[in-house]
């Protein structure tokens, strides 16, 4: 399996880590506050390109507002990794 595939298998988990905060009840808001600067984190470490600076910032806003969790920040950075930013296209 090309490397692009497992950053994409990785990217679909850790979006629905993300989501799994909605499925407790009470706690969810408090799993955010851990689980913000962590995503910002694991999407700088995964995909370490120019891309991955910005949908940081964005996951972590994303991921610190209530009710906003449901957007795959991982995914869609991998989907922007792959179609537009140029090291990863001659990996292809």
Do not use: C, H, R
């Not at 909605?22 to 962590?38: N, Q, S, T």
């Not at 995909?47 to 600076?53: P, V, Y």
């Amino acid at each position: 399996m090309k490397s692009k595939y497992k950053k994409l298998a990785l990217s679909i988990v850790l979006d629905l880590v993300g989501i799994v905060s909605y499925f407790i009840p009470g706690v969810a808001e408090y799993i955010d506050i851990v689980w913000a600067p962590l995503s910002a984190y694991l999407i700088t470490k995964v995909f370490q390109n120019k891309i991955s600076k910005y949908t940081a910032v964005v996951g972590f806003v994303e991921e610190a507002l209530p009710f906003t969790d449901i957007f795959p920040t991982f995914t869609v950075t991998w989907v922007l990794s792959v179609f537009f930013d140029k090291e990863e296209k001659t990996k292809i």
